[in-house]
T-cell receptor, first 115, second 114 residues
């Protein structure tokens, strides 16, 4: 295990539902990330939090709303999603250091299916 | 066109055989290049990290090489095992070195059969 946990592991939801993905890291890291992984496409960075403040938002639609209440927890709130949002959503954490290689540790992901 | 291209897209080999995965990149300059292994249903796990000045880095049966002149990296797997079945992702970090600027390849899906 990498020290990063995600729940739920699988989620099926309708386009009108509201759900949340949860990520928790037990590594004492300062930075946390949400990625989207679709079939045959590179990982897409969605959000970056450093010391609980959002530092990057790569033009993600507003139907995805992140929340970082503390450095160990990260949420992704979902509402009125589209079928094309079906993907594997990965959470990662890192020390957040910029002077040395800063390895990201990934969680197992949440497999999301939007009907 | 992706800045990090990997080939082949998928590969099937028999247990015990060696294989080599390729990564071509256009990101320049870059800070370091990484190979990740992603098992089905799991998140990626770091295998190797090479700075732009390194030519090779090993991690057990995995050996990564880097040719900065041709902008190519390869991951060589020796004496493959069934547990090597996974996707292997090449990641390049530009020299500006923001952790949020990792550039991912699409990965090579490796299947090892007995």
């Amino acid at each position: 295990e990498t020290g990063v946990t995600q729940t739920p592991r699988h989620l099926v939801m309708g386009m009108t539902n509201k759900k949340s993905l949860k990520c928790e890291q037990h590594l004492g890291h300062n930075a946390m990330y949400w990625y989207k992984q679709s079939a045959k496409k590179p990982l897409e960075l969605m959000f970056v939090y450093s010391l609980e403040e959002r530092v990057e938002n790569n033009s993600v639609p507003s139907r995805f709303s992140p929340e970082c209440p503390n450095s160990s927890h990260l949420f992704l709130h979902l509402h009125t999603l589209q079928p094309e949002d079906s993907a594997l959503y990965l959470c990662a954490s890192s020390q957040g250091e910029r002077e040395t290689p800063d390895t990201q540790y990934f969680g197992p992901g949440t497999r999301l299916t939007v009907l | 066109k992706n800045q990090v291209e990997q080939s082949p897209q998928s590969l099937i080999i028999l247990e015990g055989k060696n294989c080599t995965l390729q990564c071509n990149y256009t990101v320049s300059p870059f800070s370091n290049l990484r190979w990740y292994k992603q098992d089905t249903g799991r998140g990626p796990v770091s295998l190797t990290i090479m700075t732009f000045s390194e030519n090779t880095k090993s991690n057990g049966r995995y050996t990564a090489t880097l040719d900065a002149d041709t902008k190519q990296s390869s991951l060589h797997i020796t004496a493959s095992q069934l547990s090597d079945s996974a996707s292997y992702i090449c990641v390049v970090i530009p020299i500006s070195y923001n952790t949020d600027k990792l550039i991912f390849g699409t990965g090579t899906r490796l299947q090892v059969f007995p």
